[in-house]
Nanobody, 119 residues
Framework: QVQLVESGGGLVQPGGSLRLSCAAS????????MAWYRQVPGKQRDLVAQ???????KYADSVKGRFSISSDNAKNTVYLQMNSLKPEDTAVYYC?????????????WGQGTQVTVSS
């Protein structure tokens, strides 16, 4: 019954900002890492940013300096602050969590949230 619930997507003009949120709930687990991926039609789902339970972060080169990932460990929640958005950032953004616990699997995905950057 573990689920990742995403929010914050939408339509924004180039140069604008959005903040995505994702909360993991529904089981007894510990979090190894959480991350944001994005996918456009016809292409692979690619890593945008990740954060470990210890706070270490990593970013795709295409978003460095514009996006920032953060987490609230007490709430099992990860955020993605997206600034200076470009049309090429348009994609479905997926939350990912690597979990430890008595679970049927260790990796979980959110349902995806659409981010559209357009004039």
């Amino acid at each position: 019954q573990v689920q990742l619930v995403e929010s914050g997507g939408g339509l924004v003009q180039p140069g604008g900002s959005l903040r995505l949120s994702c909360a993991a709930s529904g089981g007894i687990f510990s979090v190894n890492a959480m991350a944001w991926y994005r996918q456009v039609p016809g292409k692979q789902r690619d890593l945008v940013a990740q954060i470990t339970s210890g706070g270490s972060t990593k970013y795709a080169d295409s978003v460095k300096g514009r996006f920032s990932i953060s987490s609230d460990n007490a709430k099992n929640t990860v955020y993605l602050q997206m600034n200076s958005l470009k049309p090429e950032d348009t994609a479905v953004y997926y939350c990912y969590a690597d979990l430890d616990g008595f679970l049927p699997k260790h990796d979980y995905w959110g349902q995806g949230t659409q981010v559209t950057v357009s004039s």
